[in-house]
């Protein structure tokens, strides 16, 4: 009779638990249609003034956990983690604080209301955007880039809200982040930077004469101060005496910043020692920014003219197989920054050069701006530490080396290239296989544990750097028609998932996204 009793006692306590669970619950659902009411306005508005920009994302994650609260101690705990890391990919922690939320990262044992719990939503979806992404909208900073990500459609609420309820959430912004070796030596060189501003950067070296291998000088030990910093020296140690253990660090110094390798510490050299290391950080910042519209992943093989480096390179997998020097334009015939195919190649086509000279070969990508790769008999260009021309054409040193490559597959070797030229027809080959050609502008890059910084040619940088430190904006491509759904992405989700546990089996995952995270 007693176990009857505590049986029907405990089923009492239970029913009355759910009741209370479906009660809170239904609640929580009636204050989440009230702030983001489930109506035609793309954007929500809450009362505080923040627009919600992933309303619809941030319904269906709800949906998804049956009109329950998406964050606790442990979630919220993790949140604040990953938003204070965003400095290491040059974004700002800041602009994803909300101040309704800030109370609640400081102490995540508070219980969120609604529209906290909504906020926290909207914070962690637009951090994941914008390492997707990116934070600027690169067809708005310049018409001309179709870098953009295009989207698909596929709905990601399931693995996001994943993430959330195992208090995943760093897990979940390195599923963001590219996946590049050019992403990463630039984060860990941004990391480095970050540590030698926080303890007082580099000193100023004056300004004097031309120092020279044997010179005594007193800014030496300055010098040698820099350079240690810097990591192109072993040592600061040493006498006010240019000497050899100097010399080649200036040389590697030289080269990491695109100037004349010669071991002479002129005025050039000497103002890019100068340039403040809060400067440096920003370069690299912007130039992480440009990684995260060009490369989220590694393609298998591309051709990518580096504007500001005046270089090409043939890229198969994580390697550059080939490399060459280019000229690009100047004034205004600059070269448009996009990306395309290379298609075809033409022997013998009309006069390419901007002074009429008769070309051996062009390089065709088709596109609006009719910019392609060809010859030039500007050779002395390319001894120059800035190698611009008058046209917004890309001008290619070796370049049959180029059409030997390409056409290689198809059978050709050198001696037939050169058959081609020299019959003076002009013939036009189709490539059987055309190849990606990004036409990419930076000015800085990485590879290990060395940054190399490139003048701005162009003066590019401060508007990016202006909108990366601006407000959250919505991308060009998610203000459109919305994208179909092409396909299921439970692969993706098992394998993001992988350790998480839970059965994703039998969820349903057909949706369409509007526009929000969506790739």
Not at 402 to 428: F, I
Request: charged letters at 25%.
């Amino acid at each position: 009779m007693k176990k009857r009793i505590l049986l029907s006692v405990g089923l009492i306590l239970l029913l009355l638990a759910a009741s209370t669970v479906d009660v809170m619950a239904s609640s929580f659902r009636q204050q989440v249609d009230r702030l983001l009411p489930n109506n035609s306005q793309r954007f929500g508005k809450l009362p505080g003034g923040e627009t919600i920009y992933g309303k619809f994302f941030i319904r269906r994650m709800y949906e998804e956990n049956k009109h329950r609260p998406l964050w606790g101690r442990k979630s919220i705990a993790s949140l604040t983690k990953a938003l204070n890391s965003l400095v290491e990919d040059g974004l700002n922690p800041r602009d994803y604080k909300f101040s309704a939320i800030k109370p609640y990262l400081n102490a995540p044992s508070r219980k969120p209301s609604a529209e906290v719990d909504i906020l926290l939503t909207e914070a962690y979806l637009r951090a994941l955007y914008n390492l997707y992404y990116g934070k600027t909208d690169p067809e708005r900073l310049d018409p001309n880039n179709n870098f953009a990500r295009n989207r698909d459609g596929t709905d990601r609420s399931v693995l996001f809200h994943a993430w959330v309820k195992k208090g995943r959430i760093g897990a979940a912004f390195d599923w963001a982040r590219p996946k590049n070796d050019r992403y990463t030596w630039l984060k860990d060189g941004l990391i480095e930077y970050q540590r030698i501003k926080a303890v007082g950067g580099w000193p100023r070296i004056p300004t004097g004469k031309t120092i020279r291998p044997g010179d005594s000088d007193e800014r030496i030990s300055l010098i040698r101060k820099h350079l240690t910093i810097t990591g192109d020296l072993d040592t600061d140690s040493g006498p006010n005496t240019y000497e050899i253990s100097l010399h080649d660090g200036v040389m590697n110094f030289q080269e990491r910043h695109y100037l004349k390798v010669d071991g002479i510490i002129g005025p050039g050299t000497l103002a890019a020692m100068n340039v403040p290391v809060s400067k440096r950080i920003n370069q690299i910042r912007v130039n992480m920014e440009r990684q995260r519209w060009l490369f989220p992943e590694d393609s298998k093989e591309y051709l990518v003219v580096d504007i500001a480096g005046f270089t090409i390179f043939w890229v198969k997998g994580r390697e550059s197989i080939w490399q060459e020097q280019v000229q690009v334009g100047k004034g205004f015939t600059r070269t448009p920054v996009f990306k395309d195919r290379v298609r075809y190649i033409e022997f013998n086509p009309r006069k390419s050069d901007d002074d009429n000279a008769p070309s051996r070969v062009k390089f065709m990508f088709p596109n609006r701006h009719n910019v392609f790769l060809h010859d030039t008999n500007r050779q002395r260009q390319f001894d120059k530490a800035v190698q611009t021309t008058g046209s917004g054409c890309i001008q290619l040193n070796n370049p049959l080396d180029l059409a030997e490559m390409l056409l290689s597959q198809q059978g050709w070797d050198r001696r037939r290239v050169d058959r081609a030229v020299a019959s003076g027809k002009t013939t036009r080959i189709n490539l059987k296989r055309p190849i990606p050609i990004l036409i990419h502008y930076s000015t800085a890059w990485a590879i290990e544990n060395q940054v190399s910084f490139k003048k701005d040619i162009y003066k590019r940088d401060p508007k990016l750097l202006a909108a990366l430190n601006g407000p959250f904006v919505f991308h060009t491509p998610d203000l459109g028609k919305k994208s179909p759904t092409k396909k299921p992405f439970w692969t993706e989700i098992k394998e993001a998932l992988s350790g998480l546990g839970g059965d994703m089996e039998n969820r349903n995952s057909n949706k369409q996204a509007p526009g929000f995270l969506i790739h």
